[in-house]
Structures are given as C-alpha cells and as structure tokens.
DNA sequence: AAGACGTCGCATATGC
DNA sequence: GCACATGCGA
DNA sequence: GTCTT
C-alpha cells in the first residue's frame, strides 16, 4: 500500500504506512486484533488498524487486490521502478497510453531515464559483498593515487556488515575542504577530478548527476559479464564528516533513534552537524567532533559499531 | 479543522 | 542568458 | 494516513 501511495505522488502517505509497518515489525508480541495495534501502536491510527482487522479475519486487503488489479496502478508500479521515474512522469506516460518498459524506451525520456531504462533489470540486482570489496579496492586505489589525503569511506548496508547491497554509497572528505571553502563556493573540483579518473579506467560507465558536492552514476567492475551497478560519491567538508559518516551508513531506523535521542537531550542531529538546542529552540554553534563515537559520548549513550 | 510530515543537490523545465 | 520552479533521488 | 496544535 506504502509503494502505491509513493507511486501516486502521495509521500506522506507511503511514510505513515512506512511508520506503520515498522511499528508492527518492532511490536515483540503478536498483535489479536486492529484495534489492540491502534492502540498500542505508534503510527497505527483508525485505518490501518481497520485494515490490520481485514487482514487478521481474512487473510488479504480488499483495498490492495484493488489497487493490483487495476491496470494504471500495475503500470504507475512499473514505471517508477526506472530511476527518473516518479509519479509525475509515469502519469503522463500511462495517460498516453505507455505500458511496457518496452514503450518506453520508444518515448522521449531525459538522460537519467534513459540510463534507467538501458539498466532495468542489472539495477534490481543486489551486489554481493565480495563484489562491493572489489568496488571498494578500485575506488580507494584511484582516489588515493590522486591525492593521499582524502578519506574515502564506503557507507550503506556494506558498512553495517551485509552480505549484499543494493548500491555503492560512497563518502569522501578532504582536509582543506572546509565549511568555509564550502560557504564561499570555492571550486574544489575534487569530485570532477575522481570521476574523470574512475571513467578512464573504465570503471564508471555512465553519469546521471555530476556536481561538485554529489555525484550519482553508474560502475561496472573489470569482469566479463559484470552488472551495472548504481554508486553515488558525496563529497562533505571536514566539520560534517563524522556526522555524515553516521548518518550514510545507517540504518534509516538507527538514524531516526539517534535523532530521537538527540532532541530529547537537547540536541540536534543531522547529516551536516550535531548542534546544542536551548529550552527556547534556538540552534546553537555545531559542537566540534572527531569520531563516530564522540556524537554517541555527546548523546551520553554507549558506542555501536556500524555493525551492530 | 488544519498543517506538518527531512532536506537538499542536481538536471531540466519555465518564464522573462 | 538568467532566475526561479519542479521532479527526482537519497 | 497519523499526529499535533
């Protein structure tokens, strides 16, 4: 129901359906009725509750079996899972008359879309953690022949430890990239310099967004028969690395405890900074770090590994 | 009853 | 050509 | 769709 309500254009909706299903994942005890989750569920307000009833009495959603047969909604679904994609241009596409991939390929789609489409099915795939190492050794070894004082780290699942990914996260930072450089627009062109380096050993095949703070592509690893696979590269200043080191790697879930944790303290956790909030709600300075571990001594809990 | 719900970089469209 | 809006991904 | 104001 979440993927339907996003593919419509209604995000609010697929994260209250998101909040849902998490609380409902979370919960230790097996839930007797819709109303018992709409009570004691976080998230779960009178219509899902209704909907976890239909579920419990008869195994199915009504409302779900609607939706997946209705063939605008098997399409919208089909069309959004090419990157580019979204709700408003799938619209479109299905109004005027689009079905297929197939279809699509015969429309006039921008350079994301295209990509998208030319990769279909190699983006579904996910990377085995034996591959993500081998990504991992060619982009490090590049980027350290171009200047052995970035720091490149690889975030995401692989980060956490996972036997697969869905894609390459990775997050790189410089010691002369600072705030300020940042603030003042400096061109730190160091992005532009690891992609013209990646593309010419033929690692990066294709580009979809290429800036000077964020770069989204795609890498293929030097085998016969390698898969497509998507690597985005962000490049932080100092001040912001260890935050963002925490927040890329995740979990989505993990970030939202944190942050929870952090308001109640009297903090503010974000990707770019963990700054002091006053009773009155006015944002202090960012509070210098210089480890993962020291936001968790901040935050006054104990020290996880990404792994845990 | 009504508004918030994360936010921002990049590509591209739109209007001047 | 420039300034701003929209779509999208994360 | 849910929660808060």
Known sequence: MGTIQKNLGLKHKYMAYTTAAGALAAYPKRIPSGAVAQKELDGVGQKIGLKIQEILDTGKLKKLD???SDPK?????????????????????????VKTIEDLKKEKLNH???????????????IPRSEMQEIKNI????????????????????????ESSG?????????????????????????????????????????????????????????????????????????????????????????????????????????????????TGVEGAPIPVQSEKEIYDILGIPFRKPSE
């Open 167 to 279: 894609d390459v996260d990775v997050l790189i930072t410089h010691p002369k990239f600072t705030n300020e450089k940042k603030e003042q627009k400096d061109t730190f062109d160091l992005i532009k310099r690891i992609v013209d380096r990646l593309e010419k050993i033929k690692f990066l095949t294709d580009h979809l967004a290429n800036g000077t703070q964020q770069y989204m592509g795609v890498c293929k690893i030097p085998k016969e028969g390698a898969i497509a696979r998507r690597i985005d590269i962000k490049l932080f200043p100092k001040e912001s690395f260890y935050t963002a080191l925490l927040h890329f790697t995740g979990s989505g879930e993990h970030n939202r405890q944190l942050s929870c944790i952090a308001i109640n303290k009297g903090f503010k956790l974000s990707e770019f900074s963990i700054t002091p909030v006053g009773s």
């Open 66 to 68: 609607q939706y997946n």
């Open 139 to 162: 982009v490090k070894t590049s980027i350290s022949q171009l200047d052995q004082l970035i720091t490149v780290k690889i975030c995401g699942s692989y980060r956490r430890g996972s």
């Open 112 to 126: 994301h879309q295209e990509i998208g489409v030319k990769y279909f099915e190699d983006f579904e795939k996910r």
């Open 73 to 97: 909604i098997v399409t919208l679904n089909l069309l959004c899972r090419v990157t580019g994609v979204g709700p408003a241009a799938a619209r479109k596409w299905i109004d005027s008359g």
